[in-house]
């Protein structure tokens, strides 16, 4: 299962208390310092790939300082208690206590192309003649329930669950996973050549995204006409005048057709 969010507690090393003490033959204090608490750093990792070892809202807590010692080791003698009143301190304060915080880490993946587009476009099955991953591909809607990863080349591809009508108001699965395609410069956007409506379909995608993320909308944006295999050359022809509308680069391709899927790859790979 791959897990992109969880929550942790973090908490500082607590404070060593001071020591009460005093130089042999009446020569004054000598207790010292408490030692500092340790502290707790996070810091991202460009190579993580899951939070699942971070599940089960764990506690990261640092050492405790040491407790301070006669002949006044680890701080000072003690005179910030000396005054004209107080010449022989025997108070020492206690270690500061530290507070638990509570932290959301949220996993964004990095990749050079997400594939997006509509349940059952034809994405997993790119991604796996692409990069020789192994996604489930099936004839249903949400086969893919979670992000995939593939590398081709030296390239980085995502597929991201597809995504439906409504699904900025929390409707399917693709919007959860919207947040790994925020940093990647180039959508390909896949349009099943066998749908009843291209355009319609590539008009639902492109109206989720802005609602999500205006900046989605910005990036640069591939047409897939995928499936290409399912009609014939007339009703492909039709099909890519539609879309040549919307002023994007425009592929269309099948696996089973190797100039086609020659044509990707080496975009891709440019």
């Known amino acids: 299962m791959f897990i992109d ?3 942790i507690y973090v908490q500082g090393g607590n404070g060593g208390s001071g020591s009460v003490a005093f130089f042999p033959m009446k020569k004054g204090p000598c207790g010292g310092h408490g030692g500092k608490g340790g502290d707790v750093i996070v810091q991202g990792d460009p190579q993580m790939s899951d939070l699942h070892m971070y ?13 301070g010692e ?9 005179a910030a208690f000396v005054s004209s009143t107080n010449q022989v301190p025997r108070q020492a304060e206690p270690g500061e206590k530290t507070q638990k915080k509570c932290f959301r880490l949220v996993l964004k993946l990095i990749a050079d192309f997400g594939l997006i587009g509509l349940p059952n476009a034809g994405k997993s099955t790119l991604l796996n003649e692409l990069t020789n991953a192994n996604v489930k591909t099936a004839m249903y809607a949400f086969t893919t329930l979670e992000p995939n990863l593939g590398v081709c080349g030296d390239k980085i591809i995502a597929d991201i669950p597809g995504l439906i009508e409504g699904a900025s108001k929390g409707k399917g699965l693709g919007i959860k996973f919207l947040k790994h395609i925020e940093k990647v410069p180039v959508l390909l956007h896949c349009i099943a050549a066998d749908s009843e409506n291209v355009k319609k379909n590539y008009e639902t995608v492109q109206k989720e995204l802005e609602d999500y993320n205006t900046e989605l909308t910005k990036k640069k944006e591939v047409i897939l006409l995928c499936k290409t295999d399912l009609v ?16 994007k680069e425009l592929y269309p391709i099948s696996i089973y057709n190797p100039d086609q899927f020659l044509n990707i790859k080496n975009f891709i790979l440019s």
């Open 55 to 67: 599940m089960g809202a764990k506690l990261f807590k640092a050492q405790d300082g040491g407790r």
């Open 5 to 7: 969010e969880a929550q």
């Open 70 to 78: 006669k002949f006044c080791r680890t701080g000072s003698n003690g």
């Open 232 to 247: 014939d050359q007339k009703k492909l022809k039709k099909l890519e005048e539609e879309l040549k509308q919307y002023k």
